[in-house]
């Protein structure tokens, strides 16, 4: 909250009127921060990792094991020339106010370059000798999928002003109720079932938004309020379909969606194999995310959302219908939800567990404050987590020790987690929500 | 930050209140119509409900033992509901009491293992332990509270991350046989040792869990917190800032001090809650027996209100409803989750209280809305 008080400093030119929000009271900015930071990095890479290193050459295989395409190198030597750019991006950080986008651009490498620093630490560490780098991007897509799908239902409901606390008990909601229609119709193998059960758990999604909006919106209740029953609803509700309905009819696990390849972009060599197939939800997502900017940025219907999340006053007086619009957008979330849910029980495993979607809900809405309330920045958080779990896990198959002592897998497993927070408290700032969310509203008629 | 329900404390109101039976009545009607919903999804799979309530009522008060467990399955909700309902009043939403009680029972669980701590009396023994607790949950939650003062992380994100990082870490630290941390390499389940026999509180029912003195401590955890909340400058100053930081300022407060004190405080009531567990319930630090404890936590705050007092009745709903479901699944077999429902319905039909007074034809009388900001989200 210091930060209100962030105009450009006396006496001192704080950037080119690009990042003053991103001025400090106290003389810094915090690009000047994080660059410090990455320049502090740099030294002990140069100092403290490289030379401590022993291992001879390691690879990155793009394929899989016979005949792989691999680039090989030397731990040292790459580690050694990441360590340079850091010092080197930290130095440029430094620099007076009008190289500011050079320094922009050095840190962000520097971010991008932490990939196959990472790796190439993690591998110099374990006894193996190459990891494929394609899977791990197709995994970090995988794990992303509930996530940014969740991310796009937060969006749409608090972009047209509904706080949404309930996307887990949506998701969770929807694969339950989705795989209960799954295993009772259609034994839980039946292809034409299948999208049946799918669609079911869409408008499961869709009939818990509906109960949500109706709440905050007809009834004017609190909205955590109305997210948290939804969440305990949808914890009880499932639960109770899954040892009185789903086990009872012995159908418990099943045959999930099957994979699907993209015409043309599947046959690209090296990476289309992995990237360019995999499950239609997974697929669904890509399109589901850019519908979603495209309908909020690009239509006059999106319009009209957002400014019933800024000031629903003003929209009124345009002529917009507020509660009606409202309506439509937490329902639409909501049938996202759905697709998410169908993605837990019906793509990524054909079953159902109590709480299996094990809090991505709430993943999910980091991500959206993440990417500050916008489509392609919640994607991007969702992205960050999908990668940041999928190299946890990579690394600790990897086995890595310092000296004698191995990394435990509970810290790779907290990976996302902390990377998060490190980026949301270090280098994005303050987020700011719609304006208007969380207020009910009662038209002026 | 959005203040059209500020708080009203007049002392009419509150005579007000106390003559007029509404704020009574609704949460009995709610907490009926919560159980005719649940019924009806009972009797769905067949079941008769009222075979099924009678047991879950006996598995809730059946018993002199079986009252004693009940209450003694609460107490932890109201520490865990406090971490909530302090941070809301700032306009804080504190999610990660989870982490904060993980973090607090490791503290409090390695704090009572301390070698001197085997003879050192209970008078001594006793508030190290529930300070380390404090301590512990205080610090959790300090960290989202500096972060978001100092960078304007969102607490939301943070506490989300905090709660896994906690859950992650104190499972390391209790897992891990290579190096030894604070596992007892003795016990079948990973878990510390257990805590010195001086530093345990105090048995009043030898119930299924017991009721241990962690209830006083929560109750009187209740009123101090409802002291704070009404006769400190801090608290007012902590309502203000969750009421209108912007005018909060103008006034002279401190904002960022307010936000880093009021997660510090809630994160400590968090982790006295989860010493109390230790101390009283368990004897030892074990990660999963606080699991849902923290997110149950925001539930019963909501229920509440967020009024201190008010949480305790919550809580103990809560408790007892969790306590008597297994009761009522071993005899008329109905699955456990059901009670999930019931509170779900119980937090929707309480806040909805429009629905209450439309079935039931009671007449609108007072106004009792949440006392706190309508939301945590929107970023001040």
């Known amino acids: ?445 | 930050m959005n203040n059209q329900t500020s708080t009203d404390d007049r002392p009419h109101r509150w005579i007000l209140q106390t003559w007029n039976l509404q704020p009574v009545l609704i949460p009995l009607y709610a907490i009926l119509l919560a159980f005719i919903v649940g019924g009806v999804l009972i009797a769905l799979i067949g079941v008769n409900p009222f075979e099924a309530y009678w047991a879950l009522l006996r598995g809730m008060f059946g018993t002199p033992d079986r009252i004693a467990g009940s209450i003694a399955r609460s107490v932890p909700f109201i520490g865990s509901a406090l971490a909530l309902a302090f941070a809301f009043r700032a306009g804080l939403f504190n999610i990660g009491a989870e982490g904060q009680l993980l973090v607090g029972g490791l503290a409090a669980g390695w704090a009572g293992t301390w070698a001197f701590m085997y003879d050192t009396p209970g008078i001594i023994a006793i508030p190290i332990v529930i300070v380390a607790g404090f301590v512990g949950g205080a610090l959790w939650g300090g960290i989202p509270g500096a972060l978001r003062a100092t960078t304007g992380a969102h607490e939301v994100i943070t506490t989300i991350m905090l709660n896994s990082i906690a859950l992650f870490g104190t499972r390391w630290l209790i897992n891990s046989t290579d190096p030894k941390i604070l596992r007892d390499t003795s016990a079948s389940v990973p878990r510390t040792k257990e805590i010195s026999e001086t530093a345990r509180l105090p048995q009043l029912v030898d119930s299924q869990p017991p009721l241990h003195m962690g209830l006083f401590l929560m109750l009187g955890l209740c009123l101090v917190v409802a002291f704070i909340l009404k006769r400190t400058t801090f608290g007012f100053e902590t309502i203000t800032v969750g009421t209108n930081p912007h005018a909060a300022r103008y006034a002279g407060v401190n904002v960022n001090r307010i936000i880093i004190l009021a997660m510090v405080l809630a994160g400590g009531f968090a982790g006295l809650a989860a010493a109390s567990e230790v101390a009283g319930t368990n004897y030892f630090f074990q990660p999963g027996t606080f699991a849902f404890i923290g997110f149950d936590g925001i539930a019963i705050a909501l229920l509440a209100r967020t009024n201190p007092i008010a949480i305790i009745p919550a809580a103990l709903l809560w408790g007892s409803l969790l306590s008597g479901a297994p009761l009522m699944q071993q005899e008329a077999d109905v699955s456990i989750d059901v009670v999930r429902v019931i509170q779900a319905m119980v937090l929707l039909f309480v806040a909805a209280d429009a629905i209450v007074r439309w079935v039931f034809h009671v007449r609108d009388g007072t106004e009792s809305h949440l006392d706190a900001p309508t939301t945590g989200l929107s970023s001040a």
């Not at chain 1, 930290?90 to 106010?97: R, T």
Request: aromatic content about 10%; glycine content about 12%; overall charge neutral.
């Open chain 1, 1 to 445: 909250m210091s930060n209100e008080t962030s105009a450009p400093l006396p006496g001192r030119l704080v950037g080119s009127g690009l990042n003053k929000e991103l001025a400090q009271t106290r003389g810094v900015t915090r690009r000047q921060v994080v660059g410090g930071v990455i320049g502090l990095t740099g030294i002990a890479l140069l100092l403290g990792v490289a030379p401590n290193i022993t291992s001879d050459t390691k690879a990155f295989a793009f394929e899989p094991p016979p005949d792989a395409l691999e680039i090989s190198f030397s731990p040292v030597l790459l580690i050694s020339l990441i360590g340079v750019w850091y010092v080197a991006a930290g130095v440029m950080s430094f620099l007076p106010a009008r190289f500011d986008r050079l320094a922009l651009i050095g840190q962000l490498v520097a971010a991008a370059l932490a990939v196959p620093l990472v790796l190439a630490v993690g591998l110099a560490l374990s006894d193996a000798r190459a990891t494929n780098v394609t899977n791990l991007l197709d995994e970090s897509l995988l794990l992303a999928t509930p996530i940014a799908l969740g991310a796009m239902t937060g969006l749409w409901c608090e972009r047209s002003g509904i706080v949404n606390i309930g996307i887990e008990g949506m998701m969770l909601g929807s694969a339950g109720v989705g795989f209960t229609f799954y295993a009772i119709l259609g034994n839980a193998t039946s292809t034409p079932w299948l999208w049946v059960a799918i669609l079911v758990a869409m408008l499961t999604g869709a009939a818990l938004a509906t109960l949500h909006a109706v709440l905050s919106i007809k009834y004017q209740i609190n909205q955590i309020v109305s997210g948290v029953v939804i969440n305990l609803f949808a914890l009880g509700l499932t639960g109770f379909l899954r040892s009185e309905v789903i086990v009872p009819s012995g159908n418990s696990k099943g045959v999930a969606t099957s994979e699907i390849e993209i015409p043309l972009l599947h046959r690209i060599p090296v990476l289309g194999e992995t990237l360019f197939s995999g499950g239609p939800l997974h697929f669904a997502m890509y399109g589901i995310v850019f519908l979603t900017w495209l309908v909020m940025f690009r239509t006059a219907w999106g319009l009209r959302v957002r400014s019933c999340g800024e000031n629903p006053h003003a929209a009124e007086t345009l002529g917009i219908r507020v509660i009606v619009t409202r309506y439509q957008a937490v329902i639409l979330g909501g049938f996202i939800a759905g697709v998410a849910g169908a993605w837990f029980a019906m793509e990524a495993q054909a079953g159902f567990e109590d709480n299996m979607t094990n809090s991505a809900g709430f993943i999910a809405l980091a991500a959206m404050i993440f990417g500050k309330w916008t489509p392609w920045g919640a994607f991007g958080g969702a992205l960050l987590f999908g990668f940041t779990r999928a190299l946890g896990s990579r690394l600790q198959f990897l086995n890595v020790e310092i000296g004698d002592f191995g990394i435990p897998s509970e810290f790779f497993q907290s990976l996302p987690f902390l990377v998060t927070m490190v980026v949301v408290a270090g280098a994005l700032g303050r987020a700011v929500a719609p304006a208007a969310e969380g207020l009910p509203y009662t038209p002026s008629k």
